[in-house]
């Protein structure tokens, strides 16, 4: 049974920092994991990914400078670290893994966690 549960969301003021972390269970052969973000409205946006063996990161243009992801495969655990946030950076941020090395690149995720809120005034 595979489980991202993701934390660390909330408001923060302009320009503050705040880490989200994503625990991930059931899932040892993921090759790839990111964070995505949905403000309201239909369009959920890749934010982050880093390939689990590798450490290769990759990040929107929108954060590139700003945010770094990270990951700790003894804890099972990924992270987000945001800098200099902006009320743009609103939004649901959602973790997500997957398995598939072209899928990775597709960011083409098929397990995703439920979310944190994060709210950026």
């Known amino acids: 049974h595979v489980q991202l549960v993701e934390s660390g969301g909330g408001p923060v003021q302009a320009g503050g920092r705040q880490r989200l972390s994503c625990a991930v269970s059931g899932y040892d052969n993921r090759h790839c994991m990111g964070w995505f973000r949905q403000a309201p409205g239909p369009e959920r946006e890749g934010v982050a990914r880093?390939?689990?063996?590798?450490?290769?990161?990759a990040y929107a243009a929108s954060v590139k400078g700003r945010f770094t992801i990270s990951l700790d495969n003894a804890k099972n655990t990924l992270y987000l670290q945001m800098n200099n946030l902006k009320p743009e950076d609103t939004g649901m941020y959602y973790c997500a893994a997957e398995s598939s090395p072209l899928r990775c690149t597709r960011e083409d995720f098929g397990y995703w966690g439920q979310g944190t809120q994060v709210t950026v005034s």
């Open positions: 880093i390939y689990t063996g590798s450490l290769g990161a």
